[in-house]
């Protein structure tokens, strides 16, 4: 084990010992010395009924400012999702054949064509992977859509989850076409303006298509917007983001993620922590936005996009200072 990672367990460890007596101000210095001793991680922000309790910057930019939320931008894409099926644009069962059949190559496998807005947003296609190992080769092509659609079929549509930022990218032109407008306009004019957060121009495809699935900035402070929003079955002061119904399908467990065992449901990872429900978007490095319904909180937490962070590596460092850490001193404030 690297020796970074060795002080840095340690100090958690340390850290989860000292005992809460001398208040919440000192547990919540407990919690901020644990998440400081992570060299990867940038800001920390906990939030309980919308009063924030913990906002710091450690490393990197401040909290208001757009940063790369890396695979977050997953768990986005499905919000615009569920935002044109609440204006009657689509339905979960809307095909590929019925929104972009001009996008759809020719020699693809005719169950291409037959793919559902919710094998998508579920990571149940069954086309191969263009995660991981494959997503070099995959941005490298010409047409992003077409390289994604033409991928063999590993496991039958709706089955086994297959994790793939290509389901994402391929549910973002669905999107954008149902919309007639670009995903930038969609996030921006359906989610970003009720919220009141900024969603800055990301990657686009060489057909000029924005990367559904990665790619995108957020500020922090945007995060935890998104996070209470979610919270609170799509409201956010008053103002209705997204259906109820929308967000309470969203987590519903759909599929399990085989790498890191969690639960999936409409871009959100789902499972339990510390003992209570827990929803969450996950990104590359370490880019999270847990949501705790029973607990009414948020935890957001941005750290380095260029360093991995593995279920069994610095993701499960993160885990455990929302589990040892976070969730117990908040209940204590």
Not at 302 to 325: K, N, Q, V
Request: charged share 20%; aromatic share 6%.
């Amino acid at each position: 084990m690297p020796m970074h990672r060795r002080i840095a367990l340690a100090a958690l460890a340390g850290f989860c010992a000292i005992p809460a007596a001398g208040g919440a101000q000192d547990a919540h210095a407990a919690t901020r010395a644990a998440a400081g001793s992570l060299d990867q991680l940038h800001s920390l922000i906990v939030a309980r009924r919308g009063q924030v309790l913990l906002e710091e910057t450690f490393r990197g930019p401040a909290t208001d400012v757009p940063v790369n939320v890396k695979s977050v931008s997953k768990t986005m894409v499905a919000l615009a999702a569920g935002a044109a099926i609440d204006r009657n644009l689509m339905t979960l069962d809307t095909t590929l054949e019925e929104a972009i059949p001009n996008l759809i190559p020719r020699d693809a496998d005719p169950r291409a064509a037959r793919l559902t807005v919710e094998n998508l947003v579920t990571m149940r296609a069954g086309l191969a992977r263009t995660s991981g190992a494959n997503y070099g080769a995959w941005v490298s092509s010409r047409d992003w859509i077409a390289y994604a659609l033409s991928r063999p079929f590993v496991a039958e549509p709706g089955r086994r989850m297959l994790y793939s930022t290509g389901s994402f990218h391929i549910l973002g032109a669905v999107i954008a076409a149902r919309a007639d407008a670009s995903l930038l306009a969609v996030m921006r004019d359906w989610i970003g303006a009720p919220l009141d957060v900024q969603v800055p121009a990301w990657t686009r495809d060489p057909q000029g298509l924005y990367l559904g699935g990665n790619e995108m900035a957020l500020s922090p402070r945007a995060m935890l917007r998104v996070a209470e929003m979610a919270r609170q079955d799509g409201m956010l002061k008053g103002t209705r983001v997204l259906s109820a119904g929308w967000m309470r399908q969203s987590f519903t467990p759909r599929t399990r993620s085989p790498f890191s065992g969690l639960d999936y449901g409409y871009g959100w990872f789902l499972g339990r922590l510390a003992g209570t429900p827990m929803a969450m978007a996950r990104g590359y490095g370490g880019q999270i936005i847990a949501v705790f319904p029973e607990d009414e909180a948020s935890v957001i937490i941005t750290s380095d996009p260029t360093r991995p962070a593995r279920s069994e590596g610095y993701f499960g460092d993160l885990m455990r200072l929302m589990e040892d850490r976070i969730l117990p001193d908040l209940r204590r404030a």
